[in-house]
């Protein structure tokens, strides 16, 4: 088990290394000047006096952008081995303190959202299998398709029209307490909770049909006992799994929710310094992001070797 | 030999009260443009506003309390709150309250007040200006403020490693500036330059304070120090920015109108970019004023005795689409007259501002400095002209309705922002098509824009600029701006133009300057090297219990007379 | 990085697609499915929609029409007009060609190229493997929806494009699925028949594993359809989705999305078409899956 973990573990510095260099590429690959970006005249009413070819020039070089492209990299990697991540080019400020103000509002949102549709998912799977091939199957299973169905941006506005705007329950903006955080939670969980409830049902039917299911019931145990106690377990594991499956999912979902609810967050920071072509934060914030799945994901295959002992590793 | 020029009627060394009465017209002209913004629209949107404004800024000098909080929902969030680098005008709006200019520009008289600087002179050849500064002003972090601070300020913007990206154009041809005693500064230029007062009435050039600089550096942009009325207490990036009253402020600027310290304990400026949830804000109290309200909602909010409306206008270019002059079929000057009488712009603009904004009709917006109004008659909406102009350029109807000359068919490259623009071009395609004209719209984020006008791969492209001074034109259609920076995306060096503009950048003279840009308008629109589209103008939408609202000269709130309404 | 968990419940193996005569069970089983016969039946529906707009329909998608903005629900519009005084009816009706098609080619485009992945690297192994599956590890590291934004913003933004960076940011699914297949079915004793008969790699690879791969792709490729719709909606949303004056939904969400407070049915009206659309789609896609293989579980 140790050994498995170690290996996964090197595994992933490959990994991490590949992100780095794609992200440099493709950011290289995009149209787009970000010295031409800082002077530009955009968001929406900007102004500049007249800005000389000098101004410009001497943008570029203090940006590092003149250096030929495996200089750049080799610089950012070398800086960026030693957790030094530079200063965005928008803000000025050091990268590494930007990320770690809003990765910790991401990781809330993600959490609590996955929470959420653990629950709900949950909840209605076991109901949809409990209840097979019954109206109440296909009522729960249309139920729980519905929040997968439809783009988290539209289903942020609904839930702000309603529960802010007409129903005045809820904060429809902010970063602070609790309040703020049930409607983008609530909007990711909503996404992820058809996915979750549509893999619960299937295991549960799987786990229903099992050797020692029947085996407690005919020891006599009762329906709830079996449910709770065997089934419902038997079932988590492959929820386990879906936890990282669904990481990127969610994450994507963070982009967008955050947008709309002017949620702090990484996603946010990544679309705005991809659109505005601050190399040094989207490399961060990508390698962040990828970070953040890998780890997901190693610790999912970790605890599934825990959770279902019959799977051996060499 | 210096040959003083007086800056304004009030007599700076007496101080404010002389300065009241001035101050108050000005700034009720501030908010009467806003008014005439909406009225020339003309959609009798705004007949209740008038009278609003005025009984809120009448109520506003009369009872006001000190005491409070106001939330800002802010449309935009500033990269930094160093007013030396950022080149954003919602950033520079904020920049006022942090940090004093040192004079105030009176655009209803051409004139300038005294800000941190209570007079000045300019030497007859234009190259020496002489400032008196104000006394007994403390920057916030207690550092007195001096010639010196003014010289720090000025000299580190030229230093490269500060990145300035609008301070440093806005110095010109600055050389060095000479501390002659405490309060007396020179400031020394290579060549005349007569919009240097402007600029300095603008929050880039504001004084920063040099102990602050050296104490937090490139980190300045965090920790801003200045002079305001307001102290930068907290900024939490994506979310919001805390601003606290200046218990000391005893130096109100002329555009101000009261004395002593700002009323509000502190301005909370949230963040909310999405433009459908700051609307949102503003409705269940989250936001107490916004920068910018829905255009289809305010109409709606201004018949709502819960909240107040403000349309300020911001002067500069309007919105318009620069025509690439040297790539084809626009480098024909009929075809570029034919696109302007092809767009009926009153119906384009009401579809999109729902009289909140009115067309533009030249280079510059209606409450310029030296605007001409003589552009206003030139492209009347008219598709017979149009097809007339097009019919005898060798441009005929092709089999599917799009005009053909020698084989090639007539299409417009036309790259332009998703959001209110890309709506802007939809309809200008439609009007386009209906002239025989196939317009490629392409929406795509602002850096990939501008790497295709770059390189001139373009035909309508769009620029934006605000500024209280006509040398906007130089920064749009001066030659030397079509590589570098690129704001000049007509993309046709014209030696002509470039010597016009360059004699009314020199030129100190305001009445012959004003001469010289009526005629630099009348030649651009000439050339039709531009699509003028709409007057920008900011759209603030104010809970009813905020009071002492008044405008920027580009629009932002001077949130130092505000105050909140007890109870 | 997970080709070192022996694909545990499996990506199913070998075996599982019914065959020959097995096709009228597979379709009678279909129509037992509650779920199943409701999402065809709406997709049946909107497909025709799509198919008849110009007879369904009585405006003109594209053209703008000022003064009729914004007018509401009525027996002239159903569906209302939008701000530039367009039949929203019409345009979700059209729309339908646009959004439909831009889901199902994103899909194609990543299964195609995903399975030839898969099927590389299941066959062959090895360095193959190790190469294919390190590339698809960082793709699959590298978040979705910021992949897309990157390849939108590299080809620049259309409809087309859209469609490409959709499908690429879905390719590893398709390639994980088909390796996990082609690892178990290459055990199987018939391909080892196979190559002791001769046959060349690329015929064993069509001819006896594709074919077991197929139950499994078509339950994803379906399921996928529904997602590529929304990630492009995603992409309108964030400023780099379809070019106007398409109506796309996605598009026309977003922006339509200002007037949610004062015109509401210009964005509700193409959110209820892409939500029902969706709906549809994954609630047939379930139902395939329940009659195709009643084991795999996850998307």
């Known amino acids: 088990m140790l050994a498995y973990a170690r290996t996964r573990v090197l595994l992933t510095l490959p990994v991490l290394l590949g992100v780095s260099l794609l992200t440099f590429m493709i950011l290289h690959l995009i149209p787009g000047d970000p010295a031409r970006m800082l002077l530009g005249d955009m968001g929406g009413g900007s102004a500049a006096g007249d800005v000389s070819d000098e101004a410009y020039e001497n943008l570029r070089e203090e940006l590092g952008l003149n250096d030929p492209l495996p200089v750049q990299y080799a610089n950012y990697l070398t800086s960026a081995l030693q957790g030094d991540f530079g200063r965005s080019f928008q803000t000025n400020r050091p990268v590494r303190e ?217 | 030999m210096a040959e003083k020029r007086s800056p304004s009627p009030i007599d700076p060394r007496s101080g404010l009260p002389g300065g009241r009465q001035s101050r108050r017209d000005l700034v009720r002209r501030g908010v009467g443009l806003g008014i005439s913004a909406a009225a020339i629209g003309g959609f009798g949107l705004l007949d209740a506003h008038p009278a609003r404004a005025r009984a809120a800024l009448a109520a506003g000098q009369e009872q006001a309390t000190p005491g409070g909080t106001v939330t800002l929902g802010y449309s935009s969030e500033p990269p930094t709150m160093d007013p030396r680098v950022s080149g954003a005008t919602h950033a520079w709006r904020l920049f006022y309250n942090i940090f004093d200019p040192l004079v105030v520009y009176d655009a209803e008289n051409n004139q300038f007040l005294p800000g941190l600087a209570t007079e000045w002179t300019m030497s007859p050849d234009g190259l020496v200006y002489t400032f008196q500064l104000r006394d007994g002003v403390k920057f916030h972090d207690g550092t007195p403020f001096d010639g010196e601070a003014v010289k720090f300020t000025f000299d580190s913007i030229l230093d490269p490693e500060l990145k300035s990206l609008t301070a440093i154009g806005y110095l010109g041809p600055y050389e060095r500036t000479e501390v ?388 | 990085m997970q080709q070192t968990l022996p694909a545990p419940r499996a990506m199913l193996g070998a075996g599982s697609t019914p065959a020959g005569r097995g096709r009228w069970a597979l379709v009678r089983r279909l129509r037992q499915n509650r779920g199943a016969v409701v999402g065809f039946a709406l997709l049946a529906v909107v497909i025709a929609l799509a198919l008849a707009a110009p007879l369904v329909t009585t405006h003109d998608p594209i053209k703008i029409n000022p003064p009729a903005r914004n007018l509401g629900p009525s027996p002239e519009h159903w569906m209302g007009t939008d701000q530039f005084g367009r039949d929203v009816f019409t345009r979700v009706v059209y729309g339908a060609r646009i959004s439909l098609p831009v889901g199902l080619i994103a899909v194609a485009i990543a299964a195609v190229v995903g399975t030839v992945l898969g099927l590389l690297a299941g066959y062959y192994g090895r360095l193959v493997d190790g190469a294919v599956m390190r590339v698809i590890d960082i793709m699959l590291a590298f978040p979705g929806i910021l992949m897309a934004l990157v390849v939108v913003a590299i080809l620049g933004a259309s409809l087309q494009n859209v469609m490409i960076a959709v499908g690429i940011s879905e390719i590893p699914r398709y390639t994980r699925l088909v390796r996990g297949s082609v690892l178990s079915a290459r055990e199987n004793l018939y391909v080892d028949a196979a190559r002791i008969t001769g046959l060349r790699d690329a015929a064993i690879l069509f001819r006896h594993i594709l074919p077991n791969v197929v139950g499994p792709m078509v339950v994803l490729a379906t399921l996928s359809v529904g997602s590529a719709i929304l990630a492009a909606a995603g992409l309108s949303f964030l400023g780099l989705g379809a070019q106007p004056p398409r109506p796309e939904w996605g598009a026309m969400l977003a922006d339509g999305r200002q007037f949610l407070g004062s015109h509401w049915w210009i964005a509700t009206m193409p959110g209820f078409a892409i939500a029902l659309t969706v709906l549809a789609i994954n609630m047939a896609g379930d139902g395939l899956r329940d009659v195709l293989d009643p084991r795999l579980q996850s998307r």
């Open chain 2, 180 to 567: 002659i005693d405490p309060l007396t500064i020179e400031v020394h230029f290579r060549e005349p330059y007569a919009p240097f007062l402007n600029n300095l009435a603008h929050s880039v050039l504001s004084p920063v304070s040099p102990t602050a600089v050296a104490k937090f550096g490139a980190d300045f942009g965090t920790n801003p120090v200045g002079t305001g009325p307001f102290m930068f207490k907290e900024w939490q990036q994506q979310v919001s920015m805390t601003l606290v009253r200046n218990p000391d402020y005893a130096w109100p600027i002329a555009a101000y109108q009261h004395e002593g310290p700002a009323y509000l304990d502190e301005v909370v400026v949230r963040f909310i970019l999405e433009p459908t949830t700051l609307m949102g804000t503003l409705e269940n109290g989250e936001s107490d004023i916004i920068d910018a309200v829905l255009p289809q909602e305010v109409e709606r909010i201004q018949g709502d005795s819960g909240y107040q409306m403000f349309l300020p206008e911001v002067p500069g270019s309007p919105q318009v689409l620069p025509l690439n002059a040297a790539n084809p079929p626009t480098d024909e000057l009929p075809v570029r007259q034919a696109m302007l009488h092809s767009l009926d712009m009153d119906t384009i603009i009401e579809t999109l501002w729902y009289g909140t904004r009115k067309p533009a009709q030249g280079p510059l917006s209606s409450p310029t400095f030296a605007y001409n109004p003589a552009v206003e008659a030139m492209y009347p909406y008219d598709p017979e002209r149009a097809a007339t102009l097009l019919d005898e350029a060798g441009w005929a109807r092709g089999g599917d309705g799009i005009r053909e000359k020698d084989g090639q068919r007539l299409t417009l490259e036309y790259l332009t922002f998703s959001g209110v623009q890309g709506q802007a071009g939809e309809l200008i395609q439609a009007y386009l098509l209906e002239a025989g004209m196939e317009v490629n719209l392409q929406q795509v984020e602002y850096a990939a824009m501008a790497a295709a006008f770059l390189a001139g791969e373009h035909n309508i492209a769009r620029v934006y600029f605000s500024h209280t001074d006509p040398v906007v034109l130089s920064t749009l259609y001066h030659s030397r701006n079509i590589p570098g920076t690129n704001f000049n995306r007509t993309m046709k060096p014209d030696p002509e133009l470039d010597r016009m503009l360059d004699a009314a950048t020199a030129e100190l003279d305001p009445e012959a300057r004003r001469e010289q840009y009526l005629a630099i308008q009348q030649y651009i629109m000439d050339q039709a090297l531009t699509i003028p589209l709409w007057e920008e103008v900011v759209l603030w939408g104010a809970r009813a219990d905020v009071q002492g609202i008044h405008f920027q000269p580009l629009g932002g709130v001077w949130f130092y007379d505000v105050w909140r309404q007890q109870g």
């Open chain 1, 98 to 314: 930007s990320i770690a103000e809003v990765l910790p509002y991401t990781v809330q949102l993600t959490v609590v959202g996955l929470g959420l549709a653990v629950l709900i998912g949950g909840l209605l799977g076991v109901i949809a299998a409990l209840h097979r091939n019954t109206w109440v199957d296909s009522a729960t299973m249309a139920v729980s398709l519905v929040g997968l169905a439809m783009p988290s941006f539209w289903l942020g506005f609904i839930l702000i029209q309603v529960f802010s705007l007409r129903l005045a329950w809820l904060p429809s903006t902010g970063s602070g307490d609790l309040t703020t955080l049930i409607l983008p939670a609530a909007t990711l969980g909503l996404v992820a909770s058809g996915v979750v409830a549509r893999l619960v049902r299937s295991t549960m039917l799987e786990v229903l049909r099992q050797e020692y299911v029947t085996t407690a019931r005919a020891k006599g145990l009762g329906e709830r006992i079996v449910i709770v106690r065997h089934a419902l377990r038997n079932a988590l594991i492959p929820v386990v799994t879906i936890v990282g499956l669904q990481f990127g999912a969610l994450l994507a979902g963070a982009v967008i929710v955050e947008t709309v609810f002017a949620r702090r967050g990484l996603g946010r920071l990544a679309v705005e310094s991809i659109l505005r072509r601050d190399y040094p934060m989207v490399q961060a914030t990508i390698l962040v992001a990828a970070v953040g799945y890998v780890l997901v994901n190693l610790l999912v295959d970790l605890s599934y070797a825990w959770l279902d002992p019959r799977i051996k590793y060499s």
